[in-house]
C-alpha cells in the first residue's frame, strides 16, 4: 500500500509529476494539484501524503500535502460522479477554501473547476456538510448546521431544481426513514436512493 513519498521531481507532464523515491531507481507517477503542478520544476525535492485510487480503469496516486488535505480527497471520492483527477482539481482551490464553500455553500465556486457542474457541485455540498463528524467539523473550524424540520415540497423544489423528476420524488420521498428529519438529510438520501 502507498502512503507516503520523498524524492526528487525526474519530470513534470501536463497532470502529474513523476518522482524518484530517494534510494529508489524508479519513477512513480503523482496526481497532484495544478497549483503544484506549476510551481515545480525537475531536480525539486518533495514530499507528499499518497492516496492510492483504484478503479475498474486502472491505479493512480495522488499526493497531497497533509493529513487534512488527505481526508478531504477521501470525501470527495465518495461524491457520485466525482473521480480522483476531478478530486485532484477541486484539491486545487485549498482545503479551508473548499471547507468554507461546503459552510456557504457556494455552488458557484466549485461549479468553476473542469468537470463540475451544478448537480455535482450541489452534491459535493451535500456530502461534505453531512460527512464530517463533530470532531472533523472542529478539526476544520467549521459548524455544523442544526437539524430543522422540513416540509416535503421543500424537498421537491431542492431536488426538482436539480435536475431530478418530480414524480420520481414524491415516490420515494414516501419512503425517507422517520430519523432523517433535516432538509439536508432528507435530499442525500434521495440523491443516493436515486442513484441505484
Known amino acids: 500500500m502507498w502512503k507516503h513519498i520523498f524524492g526528487s521531481i525526474l519530470r513534470v507532464t501536463s497532470s502529474s509529476l513523476v518522482v524518484r523515491p530517494e534510494g529508489i531507481g524508479l519513477g512513480i507517477e503523482v496526481f497532484v494539484t495544478p497549483q503544484e503542478l506549476v510551481s515545480r520544476s525537475p531536480g525539486d525535492a518533495v514530499e507528499y501524503l499518497l492516496y492510492h ?35 485532484i482539481l477541486l484539491m486545487g482551490l485549498g482545503t479551508d477554501t473548499l471547507l468554507s464553500a461546503a459552510e456557504r455553500a457556494d455552488e458557484k465556486l466549485l461549479s468553476s473547476v473542469p468537470g463540475v457542474g451544478k448537480k455535482t457541485a450541489i452534491k459535493i455540498l451535500l456530502e461534505l456538510k453531512n460527512s464530517f463528524s463533530l470532531e472533523a467539523f472542529e478539526a476544520a473550524k467549521i459548524s455544523p448546521s442544526q437539524p430543522t424540520l422540513d416540509r416535503s415540497d421543500e424537498l421537491v423544489s431542492t431536488l426538482a431544481g436539480m435536475g431530478y423528476d418530480k414524480t420520481r420524488i414524491r415516490e420515494l420521498s414516501s419512503k425517507i426513514p422517520e ?18
Not at 184 to 194: A, C, L, P, S, Y
Open 179 to 196: 430519523d432523517i428529519v433535516s432538509l439536508q438529510d432528507r435530499v442525500v438520501w434521495m440523491i443516493r436512493e436515486m442513484a441505484v
Open 53 to 87: 485510487h483504484r478503479t475498474e480503469a486502472g491505479e493512480s496516486l495522488f499526493g497531497l500535502p497533509d493529513e487534512r488535505a488527505e481526508i478531504l480527497f477521501r470525501q470527495l471520492l465518495k461524491v457520485s460522479g466525482v473521480g480522483g483527477k476531478t478530486a
